[in-house]
């Protein structure tokens, strides 16, 4: 099947416009893509005529030409009649918006058979049925809820599938763009009639290379597919990163009522992800770090460290003693350890305090330069850390609060940590004041984040890729 | 010792001002008094003179009054002399800023021996030393960092007191702002060498009646002193909640170096926390939740159900199969349960949604409006199941991105959420555009979440609240 025609098409039609409506999915999906996207899009109304300006072709054999993509948005009986003229017209992919297939039950399994074998027999690539839609900037966005009501993440390098088309576009388009984390594409599975999780691994992990991070969200695995996907994972290039609903007895019986899947037992799968290279978020709070620090080291110009390394023991680096003990208390749950510095080391950091703050700063791990802290003394501290071979990561929890620290410290810490190539994880309050610090650190491709759990969770993330790296033998955002 | 004179001073003298160095902390302290808060504010510097127009004395005796509080920011040795002073003039109480004392060890803990001495013998109230200072709005302020630096909470009913300086102004600060959660007064406790958490417990407690909730960040109690705060937890109206840090092994070598306690072991810990009636906070996410929670409902209108039930049963209302899912998957975890619908319950669940919604909509628990759902399914569907009587709690998935969905939404779902008097907990994602909607259920005090997991914190939070309420016979929030 032709997925490249599906998720970069030239032309894509739609059908299921209503000229009442202007809240109807169709209509929706034609005229967000008319007036936002470059795909060239062709709308169909039985009685042709036009719509805000833009022509209405009045039957699917009329457009100028074969589109690469046929998005449909009518009802389920409807849906089959246009599969089969996709089929008689050689149309390769589509999208079908509309339920009333698989997860009704009854009627709706028959027909949910009937699609899949013309799409199978005739190799027509489609999403869904009873899914949002697929968005693949800068070409196309076939979400059918109005563009003004949802956020739309930047673009970068994650594939995002989701079972859950709500769970895609709230808690995944919002969070990504509240953290700056980037898609190549993002795609809604719905009922995965035909395309499921595995041929998305498949091609966003061969054919996209626009890709480098594929994540995906599901409550179980297509019957039967779940060795084949983990076959691909294991041999994918692409950090292959899962969060599963579903998990937990009351969260089974939930799925029932939605997609009828189970992601079944945990303890076995688990197992199973972690054999196939798999990264798997315990929660979503977990998936969001894990991508965020995967999609801004995939855009380092240049990598951190070497290949070899895992990222497990960590220096952290205060200005304030309770963060340090907070930054502590977590590291030990997510399988990092504080490194024990020498006298030696220690006083190496003393002497590169300011004569005033060394006598009350606190040179263990964690660090405590305290409120008397300079912008030098950060920096000649991540400078020192940096040289110590054994610490694999830096965790730096700057408070921008002291009165002599500069707004300056983002972009001198930038280029100090991009010099170093060791990995230094951030947190910064999430305040608007202090973008300028953020963003200094950002533009340089250093994951900023905003809370200190979130600190601990992606040192954690460079631990679990770092592992997968060796066990590739690649060299993703690793020199080798 | 007198507190009230502490926290609510009418006047307050700072020494420790340098006419040089505009960041000094004195200096910074007596301006922001001056110029932004109510406290009658005395400037003193051994040259007099004057300083951005604010007058300084030159002596301590030469003051117009004896001042209720004494903010000293010098040095160690410089600070004992100065709280002889206020014994020798009879002032009531002291906030010391400067290090210098048990924190270094040695002779700093002579140090504080000396300055807890006078303290007691003179009945001298003192906060520090090595402290950030207290907020006390809109009285006083004298946290030593620059105001514009750092972020101001609303003012509300949560007492917070903090161990770490660093984790008050900017862990607590600033996620209260973000929530929107108010402090009554907030305390930077530093050595506790004389006024210590109990204390502190005593006075929110008892005296101060604009505190509704006590919140504390401790790394351990102040030695000798747990079973007096336990003592005094059982039996106050208020509700205690505790953070502790410094409770895993590195988290314990973290607070040697930063205020030599120990939060100890955690069992025996959270054991005779939860028979005295504290609630507590694993994490710094529960904490924020549980904070808001209160706080939110300390100042409902109209107070929920009754104080005989424990909120641990709860419906899970969405518009998004999948946020239902991770909904569910995470109230096991918090000791809440998915209440089973009766098929009546089910049928008069879909007599009330539109008709085209009501075929695809799902009526278990979780429920599961769909994409097609309008306002007034969902103003039915949480009038219908605020009417069935186990229910004790709704926890309401409301993502705007459906097209018929008004923005309106939120005022016509707060009346009947405020008349129907049964707790519904909110998400709404956070994103600019929809703060119509979420102001709506903030301003009748219903409490709005933008994580699925804290939603799931917050009916937690209610569970534990309610327990307590139970235990002490008390009607806070809950109607009599």
């Not at 998720?7 to 739609?14: N, R």
């Not at 399988?335 to 703050?357: C, Q, R, S, W």
């Not at 979130?454 to 060796?470: D, G, I, P």
């Amino acid at each position: 099947m032709d997925l490249q025609k599906l998720f970069k098409p030239k032309s894509m039609g739609v059908v299921g416009i209503s000229k009442k409506n202007p809240l109807s999915p169709g209509r929706i999906i034609l005229l967000k893509n008319e007036f936002e996207l470059q795909v060239k899009v062709y709308g169909i109304h039985p009685e042709g005529g036009e719509l805000e300006g833009v022509q209405l072709y009045s039957r699917l054999d009329e457009l100028p030409e074969i589109p690469d993509v046929l998005v449909i948005a009518v009802g389920a009986d409807d849906t089959i009649n246009y599969i089969k003229q996709c089929a008689d017209l050689g149309i390769p992919s589509s999208i079908i918006i509309g339920g009333g297939f698989a997860e009704i039950g009854g009627e709706g399994i028959k027909r949910q058979d009937q699609l899949q074998k013309i799409a199978f027999d005739n190799d027509i690539a489609v999403i869904g049925p009873n899914c949002v839609g697929i968005y693949s900037p800068p070409i196309m966005d076939t979400i059918f809820l109005p563009t003004e009501r949802i956020t739309r993440p930047p673009k970068g390098s994650v594939a995002l599938i989701s079972q859950s088309g709500g769970v895609l576009v709230d808690q995944f388009f919002v969070k990504f763009k509240e953290r700056n984390i980037g898609v190549s594409t993002a795609v809604s599975i719905g009922n995965r009639a035909v395309v499921d999780e595995t041929m998305l691994l498949e091609y966003f992990g061969t054919v996209d290379d626009e890709t480098s991070n594929i994540a995906f969200y599901l409550e179980g695995f297509k019957d039967k597919r779940a060795r084949e996907f983990l076959k691909l994972a294991k041999k994918a290039e692409d950090t292959v990163i899962t969060f599963f609903g579903g998990v937990t007895k009351q969260g089974r019986i939930a799925t029932q009522s939605h997609t009828a899947s189970l992601a079944g037992n945990l303890k076995i799968l688990s197992a199973a992800l972690k054999q196939h290279f798999v990264i798997q978020a315990k929660s979503e709070s977990e998936l969001l770090t894990y991508l965020k620090v995967y999609d801004v080291l995939s855009q380092r110009k240049k990598p951190f460290g070497n290949n070899t390394i895992v990222y497990g023991n960590v220096a952290i680096l205060s200005v304030s003693g309770g963060h340090g003990v907070i930054c502590a208390d977590l590291i030990g749950k997510y399988g990092l350890n504080a490194v024990e510095f020498t006298e030696e080391e220690k006083d190496l950091l003393k002497e590169n305090m300011n004569p005033i703050a060394q006598e009350i700063a606190s040179f263990n791990n964690p660090i405590d330069l305290t409120g008397s802290v300079l912008d030098t003394d950060i920096e000649n501290q991540v400078r020192v850390l940096s040289d110590i071979q054994r610490i694999e990561c830096i965790l730096l929890l700057l408070l921008p609060y002291p009165p002599n620290i500069s707004f300056q410290i983002g972009r001198r810490l930038a280029n100090i940590i991009t010099a170093k190539k060791k990995p230094v994880i951030c947190f910064i309050p999430y305040v608007p004041k202090y973008s300028l610090i953020i963003e200094s650190l950002e533009i340089a491709n250093i994951p900023v984040f905003h809370s200190i759990k979130e600190v601990v969770q992606a040192a954690s993330a460079l631990k679990l890729r770092s592992r997968v790296n060796n066990l590739k033998k690649s060299n993703l955002f690793w020199e080798k």
